[in-house]
């Protein structure tokens, strides 16, 4: 079982920044890809930004230019650098891993962190 635990969530103003982290754990031989998903209240979940273990990325056209996506392979940990903020933000954001273990696939999700941006 992998498990995947995010932190940085928060109310921050519009036009301001926060920095989520996703943290994954447990018998993982690699992770392939790992990304940030977000739902809003009503709204379906929808992709924000994804990384693979080379270092593509692909980022929503909502996103584009405002938010950055890394990660530490040697930590199995991802990130989401999000700037100049929009209340259009606000969501519940999940963190999503795609790879191995040692004799299966694995894709699982974080238990999601809230981000709050006010006008």
């Known amino acids: 079982q992998v498990q995947l635990v995010e932190s940085g969530g928060g109310l921050v103003q519009a036009g301001g920044s926060l920095r989520l982290s996703c943290v994954a754990s447990?018998?993982?031989?690699?992770?392939?890809?790992m990304g940030w998903y977000r739902r809003a209240r009503g709204e379906q979940r929808e992709l924000v930004a994804t990384?693979?273990?080379?270092?593509?990325?692909n980022y929503a056209d909502s996103v584009k230019g405002r938010f950055t996506i890394s990660r530490d392979n040697a930590k199995n940990t991802v990130y989401l650098q999000m700037n100049s903020l929009k209340p259009e933000d606000t969501a519940v954001y999940y963190c999503?891993?795609?790879?191995?273990?040692?004799?299966?696939?694995?894709?699982?999700w974080g238990q999601g962190t809230q981000v709050t941006v006010s006008s």
């Open positions: 999503n891993a795609e790879g191995l273990r040692l004799s299966s696939t694995f894709a699982s």
């Open positions: 447990g018998t993982i031989f690699k992770i392939n890809v």
């Open positions: 990384i693979t273990s080379g270092g593509t990325t």
